[in-house]
């Protein structure tokens, strides 16, 4: 058996803001015992130190050291991940959607992927990973055994959006949501590094006006059908 055979097994969830990757993500690593990473909150975690610290955001020289020395930890705590930045809880305080917007233009810059590729492909470990992102199944984990690109209409996308934000109490505008999730999907399919896309092994499956249960369904059917069998 080759070393390649002999790593933990990995299930890559790409796609873009709102498709409900991370609900997948946490219900499939819960139900399999996997470790989760949701690689979104390293790159918002990197762009939150990044305004934190008044960096520009243009300044790619300047994010790509944030990266490097970035002092992020992740913990799990009822069954959620909680993320805490130079010793302090942002678990909320990442989800903001000033923090959203910047964590796509870091996430373009290749100095910024390449300081945080190492430290993704780290959570592979026994016995699994479910790895949650955009680039998961064509950069971080190219040889993982289950691919799946999860989508939804942008409609779709905004209106869960919405539904989140008014569960916190916040009160938001369904037309700006919109706007703001199709200018980060035009970012990030048109970066440079690793742009949204799916692998070309992946399998696509839309979740629109799909429930999660079912979407949950269709995804361990191919971890045991290629995994587990």
């Not at 993500?25 to 989760?36: S, V």
């Not at 990044?50 to 490097?68: C, F, G, I, N």
């Not at 993982?144 to 008014?166: C, D, I």
């Not at 980060?184 to 092994?201: C, V, W």
């Amino acid at each position: 058996m080759s070393d390649k055979n002999k790593l933990p097994p990995v299930v890559t969830i790409d796609g873009p803001s709102g498709s409900g990757k991370g609900t997948i993500a946490k219900l499939l690593a819960d139900r399999l015992g996997f470790i989760l990473l949701d690689s979104g909150a390293l790159y918002r975690a990197a762009a939150l130190a990044a305004l934190d610290k008044s960096v520009d955001l243009s300044d790619e020289e300047a994010l790509t050291q944030v990266a490097k020395s970035l002092d992020v930890h992740f913990a799990v705590n009822g069954g959620q991940l909680r993320v805490v930045l130079e010793g302090r809880e942002v678990t909320d305080d990442i989800r903001m959607e000033r923090v959203s917007m910047a964590a796509s233009s870091v996430a373009a810059i290749p100095g910024v992927r390449a300081a945080l590729l190492q430290r993704q492909r780290d959570f592979r470990m026994a016995p699994g990973l479910v790895a949650d992102g955009r680039d998961m199944g064509t950069t971080v984990f190219p040889d993982a055994p289950v691919k799946v690109f999860l989508t939804a209409s942008a409609e779709e996308r905004a209106r869960r959006r919405e539904a989140q934000l008014r569960e916190k109490g916040v009160s938001v505008s369904l037309r700006d949501l919109l706007e703001d999730i199709r200018a980060r999907d035009a970012q990030d399919m048109n970066r440079k590094a690793s742009p949204l896309a799916p692998a070309e092994d992946a399998v696509e499956l839309d979740s629109t006006g799909v429930d999660i249960e079912e979407v949950l369904r269709r995804v361990l059917a191919l971890v045991q059908a290629r995994i587990q069998s």
